[in-house]
């Protein structure tokens, strides 16, 4: 059951709107420069910074449509019915976000990466960066997602939600893909963990507290 | 003979109202129950408590496996309604036949009409196999002939050795055990 419910949200992203967080982070790393100016050292410097914001504006997006749909049309229930318990629900929705959304977000990082002229010495780095700490994001977009399911104005309610929470994320991520040898990389990776460990039950917790 | 649902001393409250408090049931195989009462007066959280959906405030419930049909659709909008089925598994051929169903099997099951959706659920329950139906309002939406059908298929349901439990406001044909809520 929980690899056919994997498979499910995987059928149901990729054949809809995946592409949407993707092209979003695109557009708003191609909004830096413009922003600031092409200076190409200046690029450099916040070149990371500004991966990083656009990969978490990018995972805002599709937090409305990971959980509640389900809760809303008896999906959960049917689960639950089914003996899946709603932690096993929680893993397999993070599984299945992640999936959709961390590979596609590194394939755009490639252009995007070009665009903020980060050096081609920098680019594994920033790959890295980017690969680990795309699981501790899907993690927190479901979590919240969870969170928010069945309230009203959810979205805006998700945004003030997740973005605080990622800071450590963004402050390890960043740093990760702009020093070499920091350790930077290690506590993005340990962020990275826990927000993955607690999710399935931060999601089963409140897929039962959303129940009425 | 054990039964399939059983209910001791249960207390239900909702949102600081109390529905019923100190409720036994007991439904053995090849018995059907028909809760009835007013709107509002905890038969749908009376079948979320029998389903393990709710925790009950008091009290404790003993469940068979068993198959939920409420309000909740719980198939994928997207895909045809035999491939929709068939994520919860089961004989979903042999129910949707039952169901007047197999013709809507290459049909989106966002096309389908309020009476269609509600023998897809049914069909879903059907199609489990589980020995404990429980049924929130099974006849809304229903024509004749749907109702027809789920009186067949509940009678042929107990001969098996199942159990029913069903609230609803309509009468279903057949052999039912009141239960009067709110009373």
Redesign the interface.
């Known amino acids: 059951m929980i690899a056919?419910l994997i498979a499910?949200d995987f059928r149901?992203s990729i054949?809809g709107a995946a592409w949407l967080p993707v092209g979003f982070f695109l557009v708003v790393a191609t909004l830096v420069p413009f922003a600031v100016g092409p200076d190409p050292r200046l690029l450099e410097r916040i070149a990371s910074g500004g991966l990083w914001i656009a990969a978490l504006t990018a995972a805002l997006l599709p937090i409305e449509r990971l959980i509640d749909p389900d809760r809303?049309?008896?999906?959960l229930?049917?689960l639950?019915?089914?003996g899946v318990s709603e932690e096993a629900v929680g893993g397999a929705k993070v599984t299945a976000h992640w999936l959709t959304f961390g590979p596609l977000l590194l394939l755009a990082a490639l252009p995007s990466s070009f665009i903020l002229g980060i050096a081609p010495a920098a680019l594994g780095r920033t790959m890295i960066a980017l690969a680990v700490g795309t699981p501790g994001l899907a993690a927190l977009a479901v979590m919240v997602a969870a969170l928010t399911a069945g309230l009203p104005r959810a979205g805006a309610l998700a945004g003030v939600l997740l973005l605080p929470l990622a800071v450590p994320l963004l402050i390890f991520g960043a740093g990760a893909t702009g020093a070499e040898a920091s350790g930077a990389l290690l506590l993005e990776a340990a962020v990275s963990l826990l927000l993955v460990a607690a999710s399935p039950f931060v999601i089963g917790a409140a897929i039962r507290a959303a129940?009425t | 003979m054990k039964p399939l649902l059983r209910f001791d001393g249960v207390t239900c409250r909702r949102g600081g109202r109390l529905l019923f408090e100190y409720l036994d049931l007991k439904i053995g195989p090849g018995e059907a129950l028909h809760l009835v009462g007013p709107n509002g007066c905890g038969k749908s959280s009376l079948i979320?408590l029998a389903?393990?959906?709710?925790r009950a405030e008091q009290g404790s419930i003993e469940r068979s496996e068993?198959?939920?049909a409420?309000?909740?659709?719980?198939?994928?909008r997207?895909l045809p309604l035999k491939r929709a089925l068939q994520?919860?598994g089961g004989r979903v051929d042999e129910a949707m036949n039952a169901l007047d169903l197999t013709r809507l099997a290459p049909v989106p099951v966002r096309l389908l009409s309020t009476g269609q959706a509600k023998r897809a659920t049914l069909a879903?329950v059907v199609a489990s196999g589980a020995p404990l139906w429980l049924l929130d309002e099974p006849l809304n939406g229903l024509d004749s002939d749907g109702v027809g059908r789920l009186e067949k298929l509940v009678a042929a349901h107990l001969e098996r050795g199942g159990a029913v439990l069903a609230a609803s406001h309509g009468l279903i044909g057949g052999t039912w055990t009141h239960l009067e809520l709110g009373a």
Do not use: V
């Open positions: 056919s499910r149901r054949g809303a049309n008896g999906f229930d049917q639950t019915i089914h129940r | 979320r389903a393990g959906l709710l068993l198959a939920l409420d309000e909740g659709l719980a198939l994928d997207e994520f919860w879903r």
